[in-house]
């Protein structure tokens, strides 16, 4: 089963707009870390957020972390159609030894232009 | 510096075939991470090796196997190909386990389709 849940599924806006995708996961973690996907290609990481973070930004990046409802949510601001990919949100299980990364099924933006 | 390159970047395999998909990591990284990303399901873990040793293994049967060379390469083989089996299979590494507090570099996959 997946640890993380991306929602929505599917997003379209504007360009110029902002996107918020929003991840839900289910056990304790010791960081939440974003990555972008362009149609087929391999992931690209975003940033990451470790558990003791509430907050961090990168450029046009803004990631929050609320470990007491186990979501997280990427905020891209002012986005453009270059920003059209789907996003990834991906965990480090706490405490759970060789596990790597848990990623969950993703949402695709579409920036339009 | 080169990425994480896959090869091939196309496969086209009968059911019952074999298939053997390869992944060179970034220099000086010894973990290798293969991922399926089938339509619709996300990316569902497969195996991970590290300085040559299987750490873990995801919930796939065992006709999903792979390993990894003394110079950190990798090579996925799936035996007695299915349908289900198409799919895009994405190949990461990192610097041993700091990867899951680094993070990962992903190749551009090798798109696999069993027909």
């Known amino acids: 089963s997946q640890q993380g849940e991306e929602d929505p599924q599917a997003l379209s806006i504007q360009e110029g707009e902002n996107a918020t995708m929003n991840c839900s996961y289910k056990t304790s973690i010791n960081n939440l870390q974003w990555y972008r996907q362009n149609s087929g290609r391999g992931l690209v990481h975003l940033i990451l957020?470790?558990?003791?973070?509430r907050e961090k930004h990168s450029g046009r990046l803004r990631v929050t972390l609320d470990t007491s409802k186990k979501s997280s949510s990427l905020l891209i601001t002012a986005s453009r159609a270059a920003d059209t990919a789907s996003y990834f949100c991906?965990?480090?299980?706490?405490?759970?030894?060789?596990?790597?990364?848990?990623f969950g099924k993703g949402t695709r933006l579409s920036v339009i232009a | 510096e080169a990425g994480v390159t896959q090869s091939p970047t196309h496969l086209i395999k009968t059911r019952g075939q074999q298939a053997t998909l390869r992944c060179s990591p970034i220099?000086?990284?010894?973990?290798v991470y293969w991922y399926q990303q089938a339509l619709g399901l996300g990316l569902q873990f497969l195996l991970w090796?590290?300085?040559?040793?299987?750490?873990n293994r995801g919930n796939f049967p065992p006709r999903f196997s792979g390993r990894q060379f003394p110079n950190y390469s990798s090579e996925l083989n799936v035996n007695a190909l299915e349908l289900e089996d198409s799919a895009l299979y994405l190949c990461?590494?990192?610097?041993?386990?700091?990867?899951?507090?680094?993070?990962?570099?992903f190749g551009s996959g090798t798109r696999l389709t069993v027909v």
């Open positions: 990461a590494s990192s610097f041993g386990q700091a990867g899951v507090w680094l993070g990962y570099t």
């Open positions: 957020i470790r558990s003791n973070e």
């Open positions: 220099s000086g990284h010894t973990s």
């Open positions: 090796y590290d300085e040559g040793e299987e750490r």
């Open positions: 991906a965990t480090d299980v706490l405490n759970s030894g060789n596990t790597p990364l848990v």
